[in-house]
């Protein structure tokens, strides 16, 4: 943060800090954020950090455009008037918020989590440096990987899915499960950090479009209400969920076990998942 606001300062640009955005961030936050961007008369926003602080940046950006409360929103393409020029630099491999057009916000007095998902709030420059990412410790670094391996298998294995969503969201399965084990062991691997912030990245490019399952349906709402870690959520359900999906589309699943690795089966042309 202190790198970033000597960046703007050596430019003249004046930055006003909003360290507000808690994990899971709420309406509250966000409502908090919105004010300080109207009463400090910004011009643009520099979100910094993982999924939590950019979705929280993405929502202060709708409240500051578009007027009212942040649960105006709720549901898809609600924001007319976009948001602010927004810069997300992200330090974790997760998420894939920096470049995805959604935005999840709990609800605090219904205890729920609100998705928020329009294109024009995705945001205008995305910055993927593993340099910010080798500090992250273990278990976020587990728990945000598991997430991004999540966004690649929904996308997968969604009814939305595409040949260029395909083409993404194998290639984030099988760096995952080639580089996030060791990114856990050692985080200051270079490589292992870069390959995951690839895999995140391509997991969102997947999702941004095929859009995802209910692993994250299930994980949202499980996280709205207890205020769980979302990676963590998702990990845990992912095997439940997919046990049942891979009844409808078995050679997806077979798919997905060569990205992982998997070598001595059989993959066999298989039915469509549509
Ligand atoms: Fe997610």
């Known amino acids: 943060m202190q790198k970033i606001s000597k960046i703007l300062e050596n430019a003249r640009l004046k930055a006003v800090i909003f360290a507000g955005a808690d994990p899971n961030p709420t309406d509250i936050s966000v409502m908090e954020g919105a004010e300080i961007y109207r009463k400090e008369n910004c011009n643009m926003i520099v979100a910094l950090g993982g999924g939590s602080p950019m979705d929280c940046a993405k929502a202060v950006g709708i409240v500051a455009y578009n007027g009212g409360i942040i649960n105006d929103y709720e549901g898809a393409g609600k924001v ?61 670094t587990a728990a945000t990987g598991m997430d991004a391996l999540t966004h690649a298998v929904d996308a ?98 077979a798919d997905i076990a060569k990205a992982m690795g998997e070598k001595n089966r059989r993959i066999e042309p298989g039915r469509s998942c549509k």
């Open 156 to 253: 997968y294995v969604s009814t939305m899915a595409t040949p260029t969503t395909d083409a993404a969201a194998i290639k984030a399965i099988e760096l995952v499960s080639k580089y996030l084990r060791e990114a856990v062991a050692h985080g200051d691997n270079i490589r292992a950090r870069d390959m995951m912030a690839h895999a995140e990245y391509l997991a969102g490019v997947a999702f941004n479009s095929a859009f995802l399952g209910y692993v994250h349906s299930v994980a949202h709402q499980r996280g709205g209400l207890y205020d769980l870690p979302h990676g963590v959520c998702n990990a845990i359900l992912l095997p439940y969920v997919e046990m049942y999906n891979k009844q409808v589309c078995p050679e997806r699943f």
């Open 80 to 140: 007319t008037k976009g948001i602010p020029p927004l810069i997300t630099v992200n330090t974790t491999a997760g998420t894939a918020s920096e470049m995805t057009c959604f935005s999840v916000i709990t609800d605090t007095e219904r205890r729920i989590k609100m998705p928020i998902c329009d294109l024009l709030i995705t945001a205008d420059v995305a910055v993927n440096d593993p340099e910010l990412m080798v500090s992250m410790p273990p278990d976020l």
